[in-house]
């Protein structure tokens, strides 16, 4: 495992005050932050560093009078909880709630619901300078009735842009957000309504037109040929649009899974793509089967300035960040899952990029990586 000079956990679930949720008055019973993860990050006019947190708010005791529990925003009713028969769901996995009758085709409620909260750090990252819990950012829409997760933000032209995953039995997309000041934000709607994760906008324009990384999600993949260099599942693919609205997927992929990395399950994007010296540097995940447990590492890319089709550099072979137990020791007793390190923000900062993560779905991870490291 790799390690850095700075490195650490800067807010945990306990640093979270649920008085200001948007869930209370509405929904009576107890409950308690899940996680407080897989922050979005850009650096405020004042150059402090803005986190938008993704707070994932759930019951304390969700089973109550014969039956489990789910939180749902509902737009005529506000926040309100479904019931279903203890009997007649799969809870094996402690993010969701698997509904049998829809077997094989994977329905679920989720044990949680997400909203976004704004943290505010010191320039480098060292310390909370303010929890901005009046700039809550929770559902608004039909689209948004599971909530709101993985804020990515991007500084596009001297303004911020944040998509963030809308979760729904409508659809499952990708909105987008703006910002004059990056605190106060608009929804600005749906721009994939699609199944996709992971929108990661470029931080500047390529030949006049604006471009992002997407992930399609899926559950149908087809082989691969046999003498190919990738495994068949999903791809990290290009798009392009004139206005921020309207995309245009490209017609080849960006970064596959490679046949002789580990990362064989699947990967995504990570970190809004920044422009440096060598070309737009990228940090994605990859993620590897163990078991039944799921082992989610950071990599990274660098592709060329002009044609970002063109991959000067990838690397699969050596993850920058790992999950590190050390680091989350003093939480252990709120840790749900093991092995994910879920990277979601980077700034620049001289010599340096300043890398905001989300830890095991629980906390928020800031780390200081030299430029060093991405060949720069």
Known sequence: MKTYSFDKIILKPNDIDLAF???????????????????????????????????????????????????????????????????????????????KKHLPTPVSALTSLSWILPVELTKDGNRIVKIHYDKIIAPQKGYQEYGIEDARVSFINDKYYMTTCSVSSERHSTTLYSSEDGLNYKLEGIILDHQNKDMLLFEGKIHGKYFALTRPLGSLYFATPPDSNFNPGPSINLAQSPDLLHWKPLDEPCIRSLKNSSSTLKIGGG???????????????????????????????ILDKNNPQNIIHLEMKKPLLEANPNLTNDIKDQIYIENVVFTTGIVESDDKFIVASGELDLCCRITHIPKSAFLI
């Not at 994932?56 to 489990?68: D, Q, T, V």
């Not at 060598?278 to 078991?291: C, D, M, R």
């Open 21 to 99: 949720s948007p869930l209370r008055g509405q929904v009576n019973e107890d409950t308690y932050v899940l996680g407080a993860f897989n922050p979005g990050m850009s650096r405020l006019p004042n150059r402090n560093l803005i986190l938008m947190v993704r707070v994932a708010e759930a019951l304390k005791n969700p089973i109550f009078n014969g039956k489990i529990h789910s939180i749902r925003w509902d737009v005529r009713k506000g926040f309100v909880l479904d019931a279903y028969n203890i009997d007649e769901v799969d809870t094996s996995d402690p993010r969701e709630i698997i509904i």
């Open 271 to 301: 970190t809004q793509p920044v422009l440096t010296s060598a070309g737009w540097l990228v940090l994605f995940h990859g993620v590897e089967k163990q078991g039944e447990v799921e082992i989610y590492r950071t990599y990274w890319a």
